[in-house]
């Protein structure tokens, strides 16, 4: 069993940055990719950015169109940790964050169906 808590949400005006932080912890060595997704009330959850690794390789990552060149996802192989850097942000990117971890492939890292282990999110919201 794995346990995902995400932590670093907050309120910001729009313009600031946040940099949200995943821990996956527990028992499943066989993980091998984290991905960030978000939902807004009224929408159905959405990517957001991936990263997917081998062994101690720093990974690939991987993002959804809408958050390309303003979001950016690491990994720190020491601790298990993974971060998303959201900078710019806009009143569009007020949602419920949620980390998840898992094994997916190419054609699901993008997915829901990709991951395993989720957490409860944490809330960004923006505002001025």
């Known amino acids: 069993q794995v346990h995902v808590v995400e932590s670093g949400g907050g309120l910001v005006q729009p313009g600031e940055s946040l940099r949200l932080s995943c821990v996956a912890s527990?028992?499943?060595?066989?993980?091998?990719?984290m991905g960030w997704f978000r939902q807004s009330p009224g929408k159905e959850r959405e990517f957001v950015a991936a990263i997917r690794w081998s062994g101690w390789s720093s990974g690939n990552t991987y993002y959804a169109d809408s958050v390309k060149g303003r979001f950016s996802i690491s990994r720190d192989k020491a601790s298990s940790a993974v971060y998303l850097q959201i900078d710019n942000l806009k009143p569009e990117d007020t949602a419920l964050y949620y980390c998840a971890a898992g094994r997916p492939i190419l054609s699901t890292i993008r997915t829901m169906r990709g991951y395993v282990y989720w957490g409860q999110g944490t809330q960004v919201a923006v505002s001025s």
């Open positions: 527990g028992s499943d060595n066989s993980i091998n990719g």
